[in-house]
Every structure is written in structure tokens, then in C-alpha cells.
């Protein structure tokens, strides 16, 4: 059994693949390394074992799914105190909880999200000073 025009088959699925593998093999090597953060700020440097309101790891993966609990539990439901997973009561304030430890914004959290792209609107009404660079 013949297949009418294998040629124009293989030559179309040979161009399917090369245009929908061409963003990943273009860009082979050419990734930015991930930023880092300082934790170098006053109020860390006060603790004798620096430590965040959940352990670094789940806050790196979280802190957005958490900042939008706590604005919910603290503007909808007039709660205001955040109980750890460690039984730790904290604030739930971005201003004077977050901002307290991470006071250097532009080497903290702007570092982040400028690499990740995002712009996040928290720091339209929760932020005392204005960002210095970018």
C-alpha cells in the first residue's frame, strides 16, 4: 500500500516540529540565573535565629497565596491575628509585619519580581518610601 504525497507529509510534520521546539532549542543556555535576595536589615540582624512566619521554603512558594489570605481575613472578616504553623501568632500585616524584617525592598522583593516579571500592586498603598531604582 503507497501513501499518496509521504513526502509533503514528512516535510510538514518536520516543519510542525522545528516551529514548536524552536522557542526552547533558540533559547538553550541563554536563561538568566536566579536573582538573590539579601536578608541583611536590622531587624534580622536582631534575631538570633533569623525566622519568617512559615519556614523560607513554602514563604518562596507562597507568599503571594498568603499576603492574599491575610488581605481577606483582615479587610473581609476583621481578623487581624495569623496563627503559624508553628503555633507563633503574628500580625497579619504587610506594612508592619513583612516590611519590618524586609525593609530593604529593592534588594528583597523588588529582586523577585522584577525577574519574574511581575508587578505586583501591594506596594501602591503599603509602602512608606518610594522605590529608589530600577
Request: charged residues 25%.
Amino acid at each position: 500500500m503507497k501513501i499518496p504525497d509521504i513526502r509533503y507529509i514528512v516535510t510538514g510534520a518536520v516543519v510542525f516540529l522545528v516551529v514548536m521546539t524552536f522557542p526552547f532549542w533558540y533559547n538553550i543556555g541563554k536563561a538568566a540565573s536566579a536573582p538573590e535576595v539579601s536578608l541583611d536589615t536590622p531587624r534580622i540582624r536582631q534575631m538570633a535565629e533569623p525566622q519568617c512566619v512559615e519556614p523560607a521554603s513554602y514563604m518562596r512558594a507562597n507568599h503571594m497565596r498568603l499576603l492574599e489570605e491575610w488581605r481577606e481575613r483582615v479587610v473581609r472578616q476583621g481578623e487581624r491575628i495569623y496563627v503559624a504553623g508553628d503555633g507563633k501568632e503574628y500580625l497579619m500585616s504587610l506594612q508592619n509585619t513583612c516590611l519590618d524584617c524586609h525593609s530593604n525592598y529593592d534588594e528583597f522583593c523588588a529582586r523577585c519580581h522584577d525577574y519574574a516579571g511581575v508587578a505586583p500592586d501591594c506596594w501602591t498603598c503599603h509602602l512608606d518610601f518610594p522605590r529608589e531604582s530600577k
